[in-house]
């Protein structure tokens, strides 16, 4: 897929986007003046609740949407693939706004064929079962998903080893040879905290010091991430720091930055200990101030940021989504506000949104992983933190006519 639009923001953006150009500077010509809409973003919630439901009602479980092939259509994969929870997470995401016991059954039945996956060890638990069954629990007070997400936590804390102090990700839990910890990990915590309120308060421990090593090894000084830690697990001792999906081990990959601003968000909203904050703010900041222009990143801050290097709309999704979270968690942080809204409006925008075009996915141009040619499509995780964005800035900051205020 092409870069459609060549990611300008000029056209058609209604008052959200025209906001976010005004606060970064954008030299793009206004449209023709338009009356505005009472709700602006109310178009772009009602079309992302449109493709949503036309995912979950063409396809059928357990054929989970993975990203978008050339053609606009999905490609999907089973259960057993760490990215099986997002739809259906969006889905109940959906429900949580509108209470529609539609969106409930399509979430139930999306969701239903993941039970088994409580046991499946080598995958990220916390995005597959927290996102569903926890948060159905949360939304529902459904006994049996609580019990299901807190199997799901037992087997996420097997694979801590307190040696390293850290969950070993993508290893089998026997492995030998290697001990592999990513920044993505960061986003398994949550499960880990949620059972430690649910009945398992030993998991806060493994939570937290997987959280604190993350920050000395994964963090650098300047605020920017590396994606892998490897370890020696006789010793615990850090061997190497290297990447798997970004440009260079060096390099600073957009979406493992994405994944360290809302892991450190999350658990600082958990734990109240200010070296998370300090850390979701630190990781925050560099994002945001490499960003380019329009507020999309490229899919690695150290390549060129310009094409034909891809973006990746999923890691700009994530951090909107983490920024409303930190703006409650710490108000004193205006610009938190100001940032998501410029994300979400060039998200918003003809540039990335999928209206009007064959894509099944909400949104254009995401990056999964470039060294193995998966680039520049619709991403359902990409969609997942849209439609969550979309959520919190109408519950925290009002309606989208205040984006402009």
């Not at 060549?6 to 025209?18: K, N, Y």
């Not at 090894?217 to 991430?225: H, K, N």
């Not at 490499?290 to 999309?296: A, I, N, Q, T, Y």
């Amino acid at each position: 897929m092409g870069q459609r639009g060549g990611h300008r923001l000029g056209r058609g953006l209604g008052t959200l986007a025209l906001a976010a150009l005004a606060a970064v500077g954008c030299s793009s010509s206004p449209p023709p003046a338009a009356p505005p809409p009472t709700d602006p973003a109310g178009p772009v919630i009602a079309f992302a609740d449109a493709q949503l439901a036309a995912t979950a009602d063409s396809l059928a479980p357990p054929a989970y949407p993975v990203r978008t092939n050339p053609d606009g259509t999905w490609l999907t994969e089973g259960p057993d693939d760490w990215t099986a929870g997002f739809l259906p997470a969006a889905l109940w995401r959906v429900f949580e706004r509108t209470r529609d016991p539609v969106w409930r059954d399509r979430a139930e039945r999306w969701q239903s064929p993941l039970t088994p996956e409580t046991s499946h060890d080598d995958t990220d638990l916390g995005f597959k079962m927290f996102m569903t069954f926890a948060v159905d629990h949360q939304l529902t007070g459904d006994e049996a998903a609580k019990q299901t997400a807190l199997a799901a936590a037992d087997t996420l804390a097997a694979r801590f080893d307190p040696t390293v102090g850290m969950i070993r990700v993508w290893d089998d839990r026997d492995d030998t040879t290697q001990y592999q910890v990513n920044v993505d990990a960061m986003m398994n915590l949550e499960l880990l905290w949620w059972a430690a309120q649910n009945g398992r308060p030993q998991y806060a421990d493994i939570a937290r010091r997987h959280a604190d090593r993350t920050i000395t090894d994964l963090v650098r000084p300047d605020g920017s991430t590396t994606m892998f830690g490897g370890y020696d697990q006789n010793t615990g001792a850090l061997q190497r720091l290297y990447t798997e999906q970004g440009a260079r081990d060096d390099s600073t990959w957009a979406r493992g930055q994405a994944w360290a601003v809302y892991g450190f968000a999350t658990a600082y909203r958990y734990t109240r200990d200010p070296r998370y904050l300090d850390t979701a703010r630190r990781t925050a900041d560099w994002f945001v101030t490499h960003l380019p222009p329009d507020r999309v990143p490229y899919w690695d801050f150290s390549v060129p940021q310009a094409p034909p290097e891809p973006r990746d709309t999923s890691a700009a999704a994530i951090t909107a989504s983490a920024l409303l979270e930190l703006s409650q968690l710490d108000p004193g942080r205006a610009g938190d506000v100001d940032a998501a809204r410029g994300m979400l409006a060039s998200l918003s925008s003809p540039a990335y949104l999928a209206r009007d075009t064959p894509f099944r996915s909400i949104l254009l141009h995401g990056t999964q992983n470039l060294p193995d040619g998966q680039q520049d499509s619709g991403i359902m995780f990409g969609d997942y933190y849209f439609v969550e964005a979309l959520n919190r800035w109408e519950r925290q900051v009002g309606p989208a006519t205040q984006i402009a205020g």
